[in-house]
């Protein structure tokens, strides 16, 4: 397993833009798909996006797609979730994941940070 650490959050105005950073320790990071995933107070974590391990493949839900960007750097061992025109309704704490492929379902990754929280004022 690795440990995984988050930063980036904070609190914007509707419409900005924040990065999210999620810090991974252990070996072979370029193996681990990572996905990023968020949970609002009183419902379910959902999946946000995920990036295999070269970077080449990455996956969005529909609700984020076109605002948010995930990407890696397999050097500094960290995956980004660039999060832009934000609206209300993308508050939430927000969690970074590691596991064996890249996929939607939290029941794929075995690692998980302890998260950081994105609050979007209207």
């Known amino acids: 397993q690795v440990q995984l650490v988050e930063s980036g959050g904070g609190l914007v105005q509707a419409g900005n833009s924040l990065r999210l950073s999620c810090a991974a320790s252990g070996r072979a990071f370029s193996s681990y798909a990572m996905g990023w995933f968020r949970q609002a107070p009183g419902k379910e974590r959902d999946f946000v996006a995920t990036?295999?391990?070269?970077?080449?493949?990455?996956y969005y839900a529909d609700s984020v797609k076109g605002r948010f960007t995930i990407s890696r750097d397999n050097v500094k061992n960290t995956v980004y979730l660039q999060v832009s025109s934000l609206k209300p309704e993308d508050t939430a704490v927000y969690y970074c994941?590691?596991?064996?492929?890249?996929?939607?379902?939290?029941?794929?990754?075995?690692?998980w940070g302890q998260g950081t929280q994105v609050t979007v004022s209207s």
């Open positions: 994941a590691a596991g064996v492929r890249a996929s939607n379902s939290p029941s794929t990754y075995d690692s």
């Open positions: 990036i295999n391990g070269s970077g080449g493949y990455r």
